[in-house]
């Protein structure tokens, strides 16, 4: 059986279910999910309306599925739809919470609690957040996310060398600066207004997934809204489930994933890490006849050493591996090997690593 058709045959995939999270959440199979985005009610406790200077009404977030009557209502909530999701990670799987101040720190209180290991929070900054109308607080100009694996153990996924690549070739920082949901983006209803008073930006998501998932990976918003979790999942060729209460959200999610096409293969796959590709000890080339015992290979500089029938070289007194002996004859406290050392070919100089390039692609 393919990993995929075990999870088929588990797991409601790409599609988007009805009904309460925490309950539907129990009923799916535990450790079945490799990553969950929740963007969870507020409880913003809005009170009263809210207008602009021009005494135009806000259009706030104060919905019924965002009121709850107490803080402790709230905390009984999170504890349940967390531990919900906990159950339902692989070993290795992680989640990211998005709230702001009224949530965040609750949630972040409890994902510890439960035994979840924070990985990162993430500060989105908007870079054009709503002013503060009535000029009494600071701008509320960002979200916070929280990154966690399921636990301490986790061998969680973290695409470095892919966030590294779309940030330019510089590391990604823990903060974000992206736009909220404005435009062509933000789904209306068919009065012209907004289908959802929080739908999160695409960007984010991107990042997100990306990120933190590989292609065929499971995905679950158990707070779907308008489907912007699913939207990404499905342009990036990773499997989503979603789960909301409300139904002319589902529907509005489900006309939006209906558009939405995967990006093919060759441009899905993501730069990745050196780290990540499988290790190849010299000495295998060795044995696979590649090199031979008494071939000479050359440095940068001239240097020159033999290799050994046990994948060593030596060079003069210098003897050891091909990073030592490179090492030993640069005086340098290190050297890379594989980048190092060349030898040649039919009057061509060429570089062990490109031996180590052809067993890996036999690997793959
Ligand atoms: C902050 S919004 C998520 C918006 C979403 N990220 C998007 O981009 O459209 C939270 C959503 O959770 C849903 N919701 C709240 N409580 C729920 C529950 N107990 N079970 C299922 N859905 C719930 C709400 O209807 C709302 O659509």
């Known amino acids: 059986m393919t ?22 959440m129990n009923s799916l199979p535990e450790a079945s999910v490799d990553l ?72 972040g209180a409890e994902i510890q609690n439960q035994g979840y290991w924070i990985l990162n929070d993430v500060v989105w900054r908007k870079s054009n957040p709503m002013p503060n109308f ?42 974000w600066v992206l736009p909220i949901c404005t435009g062509h983006e933000r789904l209306k209803d068919e009065n012209g207004d907004k289908a959802h008073p929080t739908q999160k930006p695409e960007a984010l998501l991107h990042r997100v997934i990306l990120g933190t998932t590989n292609p065929g990976d499971v995905v679950l918003d158990p707070f779907f809204g308008t489907g912007t979790t699913g939207a990404v999942a499905k342009m990036l060729g990773r499997d989503y489930i979603g789960i909301e209460r409300e ?51 050359v440095g940068p500089r001239g240097h020159v050493a ?24 640069e005086h340098a406290p290190s050297c890379n090997g594989w980048t190092y050392w060349h030898f040649k070919r039919e009057g061509k100089t060429v570089s062990i690593d490109v031996l180590r390039q052809q067993i890996r692609a036999e690997m793959t």
């Open 3 to 24: 990993k995929n058709s075990t999870k088929a045959a588990v797991l409601p995939l790409n599609q988007i279910l009805a009904g309460d999270s925490i309950e539907v």
């Open 134 to 175: 009535r000029g009494k607080r600071l701008t509320n100009a960002h979200e916070t996310l929280i990154w966690a694996s399921k636990s301490e153990d986790s061998k969680y996924t973290f695409n470095y060398e892919a966030l590294k690549a779309l940030n330019e070739g510089v590391q990604m920082r823990s903060d």
């Open 36 to 107: 969950i985005f929740a963007d969870p009610p507020y409880n913003l406790q809005l009170k009263g309306d809210l207008h602009r200077p021009d005494n135009s009404k806000v259009d706030a977030v104060d919905d019924h599925w965002d009121q709850f009557a107490s803080f402790r209502i709230y905390d009984e909530f999170t504890r349940a739809w967390l531990a919900a999701a906990r159950r339902l990670l692989k070993p290795n799987g992680a989640i990211w919470v998005i709230g702001s101040y009224h949530n965040v720190f609750r949630m």
């Open 247 to 297: 139904t002319s959200y589902r529907t509005a999610a489900e006309k939006r994933l209906a558009k939405i096409r995967k990006f093919d293969k060759e441009t899905l796959s993501v730069s990745t890490s050196k780290r990540a590709e499988p290790r190849v000890p010299f000495g295998q080339l060795v044995e696979r006849g590649m090199l031979r015992p008494g071939e000479v290979l």
């Open 306 to 329: 033999k290799v050994r029938a046990d994948g060593t070289l030596i060079s003069g007194e210098a003897k050891g591996s091909i990073h030592q002996v490179g090492a030993a004859l």
